[in-house]
């Protein structure tokens, strides 16, 4: 058989083993052991409410009322009250798009934008605008970020309490709850998951 031939064989044996091992065996390997040792987190987190689902707890979405012209693309969205809201996003919570605004700090529409939700966080809330937390007025890096800092999650408590007629201890008491520590216990800052805290909520009688 001519070199050439062998070498090519050689090489075609070595591509399907290659396949075999790394595209075949090794991922069923890998999505057994996820589905085995952490299957929840394999399967993306997944919240559900009533038996449905309704998001994932590594993902935030928006708590908005419905539009009164579901056709009117200019129609801006509105908070819904009832609800916790999360921080800003720059691709509104869209999961196939996630990013951030890439507006300096020396960037006068980032200014605006700050101020102008400093406003209507301050007057959504009942609150005075100077104690509006950061988290409130910035988006996260990922624009997917399920977690406020327990200093905003507070802030919201007497509106939330007054909208749905609960005890503000109640929610209080959930905030505690569904407050997650520092990651690796010195990382970055506690925060509450909005996702689940608001699916706690909708199963408060």
């Given at each position: 058989?001519?070199?050439?031939?062998?070498?090519?064989?050689?090489?075609?044996?070595?591509?399907?083993?290659?396949?075999?091992?790394?595209?075949?065996?090794?991922?069923?390997?890998?999505?057994?052991?996820?589905?085995?040792?952490?299957?929840?987190?394999?399967?993306?987190?997944?919240?559900?409410?009533?038996?449905?689902?309704?998001?994932?707890?590594?993902?935030?979405?928006?708590?908005?009322?419905?539009?009164?012209?579901?056709?009117?693309?200019?129609?801006?969205?509105?908070?819904?009250?009832?609800?916790?809201?999360?921080?800003?996003?720059?691709?509104?919570?869209?999961?196939?798009?996630?990013?951030?605004?890439?507006?300096?700090?020396?960037?006068?529409?980032?200014?605006?934008?700050?101020?102008?939700?400093?406003?209507?966080?301050a007057a959504f809330d009942g609150v005075d605008p100077a104690s509006v937390p950061a988290d409130a007025l910035t988006a996260s890096g990922s624009g997917l970020d399920p977690h406020i800092s327990v200093a905003y999650a507070k802030e919201q408590v007497n509106r939330v309490a007054k909208e749905r007629s609960l005890p503000a201890d109640t929610l209080n008491q959930l905030v505690d709850k569904y407050t997650e520590g520092r990651s690796l216990g010195f990382l970055g800052q506690e925060g509450v998951n909005v996702v689940l805290l608001n699916k706690a909520i909708s199963e408060q009688k």
């Open positions: 058989m001519p070199t050439i031939v062998r070498t090519h064989l050689t090489a075609l044996r070595a591509l399907l083993v290659m396949t075999v091992l790394c595209g075949i065996a090794y991922p069923l390997l890998i999505t057994g052991i996820s589905q085995a040792v952490f299957s929840d987190k394999a399967n993306g987190s997944i919240v559900k409410a009533d038996g449905k689902e309704v998001g994932s707890s590594l993902l935030g979405q928006n708590y908005d009322l419905p539009k009164k012209n579901p056709d009117d693309p200019k129609e801006e969205p509105k908070p819904d009250p009832k609800w916790f809201q999360p921080r800003p996003s720059a691709n509104n919570h869209a999961g196939d798009n996630s990013g951030a605004s890439n507006l300096g700090p020396n960037s006068d529409d980032l200014l605006k934008a700050v101020n102008d939700r400093r406003a209507a966080v």
